[in-house]
């Protein structure tokens, strides 16, 4: 704007300059131009009284460079010329002056030279006998003055010019400062020309739009921060070129990266080829979506496209944990395809002994051993859809009735049971502790400590310990079966809960199991809001601690 102002100012400046000297030139050279055409008049005058009187004598006396004296017969034909030779002269009848001298006594014209550098001014006049007096003077056009004069204008201009290019930098910053120190954060508040006074408040009107609009947008943040933070679904925002415009906490912990990652490509957080793919689907398509696994756990994600006004801006991607979900899923399937064998396995064996017996192919000798293998069979099958039964009604969170238990005695009781068990197999169980009174489930308790004691029993050593303990820690009342067996390996120790799982298959089949016992610790204790510890070493033993608050 300074310098729009400068250089406007300069050309004004110098128009006004150039037009001025135009003028005073054209001006003084008229001026001089007429005081010179009255004066050759006066000459002309006085030099036609001389002639009348003195005739030839009189011109011959003259002499003067600046004037020419030419006397001219009424035909035309030259009498004398102060300058020429008349002889040699042609006739001048032809002549403007003359013509108008003859017939009006006074004559005047104006003929410019070839080049046009130069102009001669004729006055004639008419005696008293006829003939024509005229009188010349030559002199330079405005032009060859305008050259003669061209240094000083030269110096006037370069003068004039600098001393306006001065002002006109001053006037310029002098106008342009009101402008320059304007604070447009308060519009309202300077004091500037009036002619701005429209321009500051609409600007004013707009800063309190803007500031609604931004207090607007800055809640929205807010709201979307706080929404988006509380998730426990990780939350991704693309632009149209997988750039990542935001990312909630839960994102960042599961791929594993920072809050720098905003301005990357999507890329250079995750690189697998199916979430790829799957974004490319959801800009083509509007929707895709994929799972993945990391760190034991399984994600669902979906991507949906972001569109505005029919183009296409981004991407959202909601990664979704369905670890839970996915895992009862297999455990159903797992269940139902255990069941099914635990199930037809006995009942095989029943079917096959009761068709020998049938068929008259069993010795009398042997129905003995037959229905007590039948019996047997069937005791397992009884056995197994107990378990099935038990875990169904803790899936199902059926209402049980809770009272005041004593652990210790609920431990010695369930030690008593399987005394005879544990010396079948050359084990002893031994129960230490004191007396802690819990409310708690009767039958869900004692199927936990049952079960853990008749794993610990099945699963040691011959001439091994079983140790069941009760004690407090704290607030906690904790169970604790300790044996000296086997040990379990650290690949199976997270694995030991689920349904039908069996470290050691065969061992399972000899000890008669339905591999539930476990299954039916863990959803009795959860139940029950208990925790399960489990530590454990190959040929060393395992300790299972159960603990509930008091």
Not at 249 to 263: D, R
Not at 290 to 318: C, F, P
């Amino acid at each position: 704007m300074t310098k729009k102002i400068f250089k406007s100012i300069m050309i004004v400046a110098g128009a006004v300059l150039l037009a001025s000297l135009v003028i005073i030139m054209g001006c003084l050279y008229r001026y001089f131009s007429d005081v010179q055409g009255k004066q050759l008049e006066d000459e002309l005058f006085l030099a036609a009284v001389a002639v009348e009187e003195n005739g030839r004598e009189y011109l011959e006396e003259i002499q003067s460079s600046q004037y020419r004296l030419t006397w001219v017969a009424e035909n035309g034909d030259v009498i004398y010329d102060t300058q020429a030779d008349e002889k040699s002269m042609e006739n001048h009848a032809d002549r403007e002056e003359i013509q108008q001298a003859l017939h009006s006594k006074e004559g005047k014209s104006l003929r410019y030279s070839t080049t046009l550098l130069e102009k001669t001014l004729y006055c004639a006049r008419r005696l008293e006998d006829g003939s024509v007096l005229r009188i010349s003077v030559s002199s330079v056009t405005v032009w060859v003055l305008v050259v003669g004069m061209m240094q000083p204008i030269l110096i006037v201009l370069v003068v004039a010019l600098s001393l306006s290019g001065v002002l006109a930098s001053r006037i310029s910053k002098h106008i342009m400062e009101p402008l320059n120190s304007l604070d447009l954060e308060k519009p309202l508040e300077n004091d500037t020309y009036e002619e701005l006074a429209p321009l500051l408040n609409r600007i004013n009107k707009q800063h309190r739009q803007i500031d609604i609009q931004l207090s607007e947008l800055q809640r929205k943040n807010d709201e979307f921060t706080q929404i988006t933070h509380g998730m426990t679904e990780g939350l991704v925002l693309l632009d149209e070129k997988s750039v990542i415009l935001s990312i909630n906490p839960a994102a960042l912990k599961l791929f594993h990266t920072s809050y720098s990652c905003k301005g990357k490509d999507f890329l250079t957080v995750e690189r697998s080829h199916d979430v790829s793919r799957a974004i490319q689907d959801a800009f083509v398509n509007g929707h895709g979506e994929t799972r993945m696994e990391r760190e034991g756990k399984e994600y669902q994600l979906h991507i949906n496209r972001i569109e505005s006004n029919g183009a296409v801006i981004g991407a959202v991607v909601l990664v979704f944990d369905i670890t839970e979900a996915a895992f009862a899923e297999r455990n159903r399937r797992e269940f139902t395809a255990n069941v099914s064998h635990e199930l037809k396995t006995p009942l095989q064996s029943i079917m096959g002994s009761a068709e020998l017996m049938e068929n008259g192919l069993v010795k009398s000798e042997d129905m003995t051993r037959f229905v007590g293998h039948i019996r047997t069979e069937a005791e397992r099958l009884v056995t197994l859809i107990d378990d099935i039964i038990r875990l169904s009604q803790l899936d199902e969170g059926c209402d049980m009735p809770y009272e005041d238990i004593d652990l210790y005695e609920a431990a010695a009781d369930v030690a008593g049971r399987l005394a005879d068990i544990a010396a079948a197999k050359d084990v002893r169980i031994t129960v230490t502790g004191e007396t802690i009174k819990i409310k708690s489930v009767r039958r869900l308790l004692t199927e936990i400590i049952f079960n853990l004691c008749d794993n610990a029993i099945k699963y040691n050593k011959d001439g091994g310990t079983v140790e069941v303990s009760i004690n407090r820690e704290g607030n906690m009342a904790v169970v604790s079966v300790k044996d000296s067996g086997i040990g379990i390996p650290p690949e199976h120790q997270t694995r030991i809960f689920e349904r039908f799982y069996r470290v050691d298959k065969s061992r399972s089949k000899e000890s008669g199991g339905t591999g539930l016992g476990l299954s039916i610790v863990k959803h009795a204790v959860q139940y029950l809001n208990g925790k399960i510890d489990l530590q454990s070493n190959p040929g060393e033993g395992t300790v299972i601690q159960v603990k509930f608050l008091l």
